[in-house]
């Protein structure tokens, strides 16, 4: 370790601050080193106060719940939280003050990844998201039947391919319409006057709304690109009659972009398995790299070495001849983690320090990189650097968190409220108190979204002690999480939100159901959400088409006059109302056990913090820290109240991870549980998560699961 004052701090991160990090930042080494020990022997204190807040509150729930099991009286349990001080009167007419925003943010509704940022080639596809070819999701995917000979293979299947060309010409015709005729029937595009186009034959048309139109690409007779908008929302026809698809097109359309992925939240929290020094150096170069405009990405596939850097900017020349140029990336977040966690790649005094404080100070001085025109490209034009902020309990740690970015701007002479904030509202006394923690970052707030399956989490682990929840499948239709769901959009837009903020929902988790996502997911764009997150660019292209289906604008405006949900709603507690049969409660643990297995194994086994996991169908969902936190709470509230037994989890964990061996057995480097189930670190770590969740502060995952990695890795090393 290195010896900076009261720091010990861990010579691979040492020498990523003095070498890469703040290297042309304007700010030394040893200023970045003395500003953090400033900052953890002031802030570090009232961290820890704020998490012995936590406990206290959640101790008294648990006495009051345990007094009340068998004779509970809601009302009496909501005056419980005021008095309690868990549950504020919402403060009278808050209006946030953010400025400096970008547009992606104010203006644009559209898809948000959230990629690992551990992973720089699916960070940068994630970046390089903000554009995607709608011929490729299209015939990628299962939107497209395999049904009359066009079934998905590795090669060009030319029926599968009409289909998706017909598809896409539908999309046209219905969000782009000509003034008369279909884009299926024309035969070529040219742009004359400032306006489009199309023969049809021996006639031609134009748009229905010509100011649909917003420019080209190539000469006015024979373009080989047509920029047009609708909400916002750009898609680009791609013109090459040398194309495979373009030669063969009657108006030589070889492709669709759509801009798909407007933001991007870079995770260093979830969705990463960073458990020390090194692990947090890849994380910060990655974010570094991204921001400074040098990451590059080499990897193999199909036995080509490949290359991925970040995309240019895109440009045309506008209707009205002058040149325009449109972003080629997604606009950037980072989230850093959460305040509960500690590191010791940097001890203070001798113990670990508050690990969002050092992402806090990483992050923020990397981009400043951005602010300063170190890179050739820009992430934000507006001079802001965007950090989400995670798992966040109620207004006084969102003013704590405020307070830690006024002191790093300060610390690298970055102007007053140039960190602007994330707020994820994923815990239960954020959400019930969500008015007042925007008003603590008014001046700061871009971003609130509804993380149902961490709030999942926290509302099976606040309430532990009322009884046994509802099975799994069901939450989703739960009183409170409606609720939740509404007043999220409600109060942000009471708050002022709107053309200000994003108000964001939650994960589509199956990545290979697009075409089920395309049912499904509309109904965040009309449910008011301005972004909502997707598992990939794929899919980011897809639901693009719902942005471009509901104008969210208008739909915010239709619900600001909605009545708001009442506070007996909102903290209505799922618990079951029903008898389980035997087979329905196996069932529900298996299932659960299969999940928690599935993704354990690699985060533990392989340090992969976000997977694709077959369920117990072999289904593949997208599983992260929070579909974990769900799991194995769920199955720690059925233990602690009977109606699951410990013999009963052990033995269906013992199965289960047989299972999982099987779904994984074509993967060389995947770590076999089921032949050592005693000495499978893995195993024994989903095994402590179930069995002592109900200890776990505020039913996270991350204590059991780091210290098992770092046992793991030196098993390995």
């Known amino acids: ?41 002031d802030l570090g204190p009232r961290n820890t106060a704020l998490l012995d807040r936590r406990d206290e509150l959640q101790a008294a729930i648990d006495e009051w719940h345990t007094g009340n099991r068998d004779d509970h009286d809601h009302g009496a349990y909501v005056e419980f939280l005021r008095g309690l001080g868990y549950l504020d009167d919402a403060p009278a007419d808050v209006s946030i003050q953010t400025s400096n925003v970008d547009n992606e943010i104010t203006s644009v509704a559209g898809p948000q990844l959230v990629v690992p940022l551990d992973n720089s080639r699916y960070a940068l596809n994630a970046a390089n998201a903000r554009w995607g070819s709608f011929y490729d999701a299209l015939f990628g995917t299962d939107v497209i039947s395999d049904e009359g000979g066009a079934e998905a293979g590795k090669g060009y299947n030319p029926v599968r391919g009409a289909k998706v060309i017909a598809h896409a010409r539908a999309f046209l015709d219905a969000h782009f319409p000509l003034a008369a005729g279909s884009h299926a029937d024309s035969t070529g595009y040219t742009v004359e006057t400032g306006a489009l186009v199309a023969a049809l034959g021996e006639s031609s048309t134009g748009l229905a709304d010509p100011t649909q139109f917003v420019g080209h690409s190539g000469d006015t007779d024979e373009p080989t690109s047509l920029l047009l908008r609708k909400h916002g929302l750009h898609a680009d026809i791609r013109i090459d009659r040398t194309d495979n698809i373009g030669k063969d097109d009657a108006a030589g359309v070889a492709d669709i972009d759509l801009e798909s992925a407007v933001s991007t939240i870079m995770d260093c929290e979830d969705s990463v398995s960073a458990v020390d020094a090194d692990d947090k150096v890849v994380v910060y170069g990655n974010w570094l790299g991204l921001m400074k405009g040098d990451l590059v990405s080499t ?52 113990d670990p320090i508050p690990e969002t404080i050092l992402d806090a100070m990483v992050t923020a001085l990397a981009g400043k990189h951005d602010l300063l025109g170190s890179s050739p490209f820009r992430n934000s034009r507006q001079g802001s650097i965007y950090i989400v902020k995670p798992k966040m309990h109620g207004p006084d740690e969102v003013a704590w968190a405020c307070e830690l970015f006024g002191q790093v701007e300060d610390a690298f002479g970055l102007d007053r409220h140039t960190l602007k904030m994330g707020i994820m509202d994923e815990e239960r006394r954020t959400s019930l108190n969500l008015a007042a923690a925007i008003e603590q970052a008014r001046d700061r707030v871009v971003f609130i979204n509804t993380g149902f399956l961490d709030r999942t989490g926290d509302e099976i682990h606040t309430d532990m002690e009322a009884g046994p929840v509802l099975p799994k499948s069901e939450m989703k239709g739960a009183t409170w999480l409606l609720a939740y769901e509404d007043a999220n959009v409600d109060t942000g837009l009471a708050c002022g939100l709107q053309n200000r903020a994003q108000i964001g929902k939650g994960m589509w988790a199956k990545p290979s159901e697009m075409a089920e996502m395309l049912e499904a997911k509309v109904g965040h764009p009309s449910a008011g959400a301005t972004c909502a997150w997707v598992p990939s660019p794929t899919a980011a292209t897809l639901h693009a088409t719902h942005y471009f289906d509901v104008n969210v604008a208008a739909r915010q405006e239709e619900l600001l006059s909605r009545t708001a949900r009442p506070i007996d709603e909102l903290t209505a507690i799922p618990l079951l109302d029903r008898e389980l049969s035997a087979a329905q409660v196996q069932t529900e643990l298996e299932n659960n056990s299969q999940s928690i297995l599935g993704y354990i194994v690699r985060w533990v086994g392989l340090g992969v913090g976000c997977s694709t996991v077959p369920d117990i169908e072999d289904v593949g969902l997208m599983e992260d820290l929070a579909t974990l936190r769900i799991s194995s709470q769920h199955v720690a509230n059925w233990l602690h109240h009977g109606v699951l037994t410990e013999d009963q989890v052990r033995e269906a964990m013992g199965r289960m991870a047989a299972t999982v061996d099987e779904q994984n057995a074509d993967d060389a480097d995947y770590p076999v549980m089921a032949c050592d189930l005693a000495g499978s670190i893995p195993f024994n770590a989903a095994l402590e998560l179930v069995l002592g969740g109900r200890d776990e502060n505020n039913g996270y995952t991350e204590r059991i699961l780091r210290k098992n990695r770092r046992a793991a890795k030196a098993a390995q090393s």
């Open 1 to 41: 370790m290195v010896s900076i004052g009261s720091l010990e701090i861990a010579p691979v991160l040492h020498d990523f601050v003095e070498n890469r990090l703040t290297p042309d930042s304007g700010v030394t080494a040893a200023e970045f080193w003395a500003a953090l020990e400033a900052i953890l022997t």
């Open 299 to 350: 990897f193999q596939k199909g036995g080509e070495t490949l290359e991925r850097t970040l995309n240019a900017d895109r440009s045309y020349t506008a209707a009205d001849g002058s040149d325009l140029a449109l972003q080629g990336r997604s606009l950037m977040l980072v989230r850093n983690v959460g305040h509960h966690l500690t590191t010791d790649a940097v001890t203070h005094n001798g």
